[in-house]
């Protein structure tokens, strides 16, 4: 360990080497921000040793896995394909009357994704985790530097740097154009970067949280729901005339960082000198501030301590005196309710599918109605989306299932069990389908087929939590707990799809009486009489589910052990 009046100190964050040729331990550091080496006495750098580390972390990251070496090259061959052409097509924009707006709607939505990937894939990057340095004496300035050095080594960057490339290509003209092209290119992938980076220390302690495992979990939904959104915005665009419908948001998008970077290029070439200079002031101000505000929240986390630190000390609260657990019944029925809305809250998984079934029974029905190609009853599919979370029930529980199945003895606590799990879906699926329903019915404004179109959704949804409590007690089946995306264990596959698929055709087949009223009402021309749906579809649907859980219950106390070895299987 070297102190400051060591002469074998080097400048601060820089990594120096015994004068006297005394080998100390590898890695020791001093005050000033060095760290000491084994070797003989020049002066290295810091930023060249975290280079070599990130260089040794993908390397030792390829060892020993040929699928990972097979994902990674891939990624990396796909990477430079998709930026190869990407880059040529900008190209061939050049001259376009376009090509501005294009390239500066690129660069912001590139900043956008560079702001929220680190979020969504905390652990595709180890380096991402700066808290992993905070026992080294290290200054956060040259540690930003070494950091933001090593940051540009990777596929992302350099998929940056082929848009960047592509976009001054597009737009520049003349000499100012060119000169402008050559400082706006890296500029805009070192803005992207500081700009990730920032981000992600600000936010490192939720990355490396269950609440961050949760966000990655959902990750490929809130993917799935930004492709949505941008097919229907591409396709109002053309609807309402094609690129020109950009340049009020292009007008705005120019001034803002790092967009303002490709911003500069275009108007150096259009001989607006003032305006690019003033974009490049406001660019290199951008960089300048991210940098600062990566510093200080560096330097926040290196000195402040981790809350899982100090939880213990501080005194627990009682939750169970306030919030919804006070709005919910006493006893059994309660606590199982508590417990099950816990679960969607809490458990990656539960709250993955629930999340899902929530966003898209949403999606479908409004998306297509602003399309102009909807109905109100299309409602229904977010009904028969919350239905399914009823299915495998005491599967969700995973192994844990155990502890509530010390707890039934009897047909009558198997029966209390399944409807308070029922009535905790209710609780969020009622409100919600009512809710999409009038939505879905303002969007097109066809109020007159709302009362219907809710009394039939309400009856598929009852429907559904009266086959789902069957299945979950004659086809229950394990929830492997490791792997995002695995939701089946080996082998029960078959016992999953098959619970499934004909829970649904059988809930299509209870819900028929109340599907022909409403077939009846609106193909008859009947439609002052659509109102009757809503209270028959109401009752048809309660109907259902006491009915369900009347004939699963005996099922689950009988088949108790059978139903705790299958979701445990996994």
Known sequence: MTSPADPAAGPAGTVTASATGAKGPAGSSGPTGTVGAASSGAS???????????????????????????????????????????????????????????????????ALGWTFMPLFFPTGDETLDPSRLVMLPLRPRPLVRALLVSSLIGIGPLFTLCLAVGSVLAVARGVAGAVAGVVAAPLLVLGCVALARAVATANVRLLTSRKGRDLAVLSGLLIAVGGQLANFASQSLFEAGGLAALEPTEAVLRWLPPATAVGMVDSASEGAYGVAAAQLALTLAAVAGLLWFWERTLTKLMVTPDGSTIAAARPMKDRGAGGLGSLLPAGRTGATMQRTLRYAVRDPKT?????????????????????????????????????????????????????????????????????????????????????????????????????????????????????????????????????????????????????????????????????ALTIWVKAGDHQDLSWIVLPLGVAWGTLATWAGLRLAAPTVARKLPEILWAVSKG
């Open 44 to 110: 290295i750098p810091l930023t060249p040793v975290f280079v070599r580390l990130k260089l040794s972390l993908l390397r030792n990251g390829l060892k020993g896995s040929s699928k990972r070496k097979a994902a990674y090259f891939s990624t990396l061959a796909l990477a430079l394909v998709v930026g190869f052409f990407v880059t040529l097509g900008l190209a061939l924009l050049h001259g376009n009357a376009h090509a501005g707006t294009v390239v500066v709607v690129l660069a912001a939505v590139l």
């Open 351 to 515: 709250k993955a599918s629930w999340v899902t079934a929530l966003a898209i029974g949403l999606i479908v029905p409004v998306f297509n109605a602003l399309q102009g190609a909807g109905s109100v009853y299309l409602g229904c599919f977010g009904a028969g989306m919350l239905g399914m979370q009823m299915y495998n029930q005491f599967g969700q529980d995973t192994s844990a299932f155990w502890m509530v199945a010390q707890t039934i003895s009897s047909t009558r606590d198997a029966y209390v069990e399944l409807r308070a799990r029922a009535a905790a879906l209710a609780l969020v699926t009622v409100p919600y389908t009512i809710l999409v329903t009038a939505i879905t019915a303002a969007i097109i404004g066809d109020w007159s087929a709302l009362p219907a179109a809710t009394g039939l959704a309400l009856a598929l949804l009852g429907s559904m939590l009266c086959t789902g409590a069957l299945a979950s007690a004659r086809f229950p089946y394990s929830i492997p707990s490791d792997g995002a995306f695995k939701n089946v264990a080996p082998g029960q596959g078959g016992l999953a799809w098959g619970g499934i698929l004909s829970g649904m055709l059988v809930s299509a087949v209870i819900a028929a009486p109340v599907i």
